[in-house]
């Protein structure tokens, strides 16, 4: 509004000048443009680009992941929305013992995104690697059994059971509240971060991806935690703390009061998140870095590109499938057209460059 900011710089030959106090108006010859990224050939007509992504051992087809929780477990989309068109489907969160989720109102819309107070509902560990497992696999798509808890002793019971299922990949959540101490969620501490991780990879072979979440105070030792500790991979973020009130009742919206936002309003904050813990990762000897992959409000290919250039090896996409199913299809078309007229061959080429 009208120069309030105090105006944006630009680069001129007169060093920097700033639009609302020395222009706005200025003489090209003296601006200075940014260059753009190093300028590359588009690929040839005929010429593909690749789009499969290589992790923790395991070949995906497309860096598009369902996020759990907004897919169900593969099936529920079945019908009218093409579910080969994922690289991979990240379970609903399963726990060791059936949940019936969270009373009253699961869900309410707001100004880009939405707040959800689910609960974790699932049938248990049990019953989904013996009846829904099976199922999952039959699929195109890389299954992905996404495990939560509520302390070390039933993640490490539900992980043992995953572990002689036929799922490729666990996805650990450690945005969980650790019951014994006070609700605190496992993901905002670096040091019970690691206990959790470190219980789980000791009974668990297969590839450890560790989702995690936003709300701690810092993200980038929590990440650097969970790889000391193990994980094969880290996805982020999960969902930001939040709430509602219902003005018309003068309570919360919630029962549970606190509930989790999505969508694109926390788009930009999750991308800088995946930002800074690629950037801490980078740190680490090249052995000892793992895959990141990112999530939060990406619902275009333009927001995909966003998180591979930001280092993500792969994407997430959660709350964008309920508006638009068939989410996962037009986010292809997109970046297969971007890397092509960019002349990027595959997605290696651009993985990381904004760092």
Request: with cysteine; glycine share 10%; proline share 6%.
């Amino acid at each position: 509004g009208a120069g309030a900011c105090l105006g944006c710089t630009i680069s001129t030959t007169q060093g920097s000048l700033r639009v609302c106090k020395d222009g706005p108006v200025f003489d090209s010859d003296i601006i200075q443009f940014e260059a753009p990224c190093p300028r590359r050939t588009p690929l040839a007509e005929n010429q593909e680009v690749d789009l499969s992504v290589d992790m923790c051992g395991i070949h995906f087809e497309n860096p598009l992941f369902a996020a759990a929780g907004t897919f169900g477990f593969g099936q529920n989309f079945r019908g009218f929305a093409d579910v080969n068109d994922w690289g991979a489907i990240c379970s609903k969160g399963t726990t060791l013992e059936e949940r019936q989720g969270n009373e009253g109102e699961r869900c309410i819309e707001v100004p880009s995104g939405d707040i959800n107070s689910i609960g974790l509902q699932n049938p248990g560990i049990r019953s989904v690697t013996k009846e829904i497992i099976p199922q999952m696999l039959k699929l195109k798509p890389v299954a992905i059994l996404n495990l939560a808890g509520g302390s070390i002793e039933s993640y490490v019971e539900a992980a043992k059971i995953a572990e002689e299922s036929a799922v490729p990949m666990i996805e650990l959540n450690i945005s969980c509240p650790n019951v014994k101490a006070g609700g605190m969620a496992w993901g905002t501490d670096p040091k019970a971060a690691f206990e959790c991780v470190s219980a789980v990879r000791a009974v668990v072979k297969k590839p450890l991806m560790v989702k995690l979440s936003p709300n701690a105070p810092d993200l980038r030792a929590v990440a650097m935690a969970c790889v000391e500790a193990g994980a094969d991979a880290l996805s982020l973020i999960n969902t930001i703390q939040s709430m509602a009130i219902d003005v018309d009742k003068g309570r919360p919206f919630f029962k549970n009061v606190r509930a989790g936002l999505c969508g694109p309003a926390v788009r930009p904050i999750a991308l800088r998140m995946v930002y800074d813990v690629v950037q801490e990762m980078n740190k680490l000897p090249v052995e000892k870095r793992v895959p990141v992959v990112g999530i939060g409000g990406i619902a275009t290919w333009h927001d995909a590109v966003e998180f591979i250039m930001a280092g993500a090896h792969a994407v997430q996409i959660g709350s964008a499938i309920f508006a638009n199913p068939n989410v996962a299809k037009e986010i292809l078309c997109g970046l297969k057209a971007f890397m092509k007229s960019h002349g990027y061959a595959n997605l290696e080429e651009m993985r990381g460059i904004a760092q």
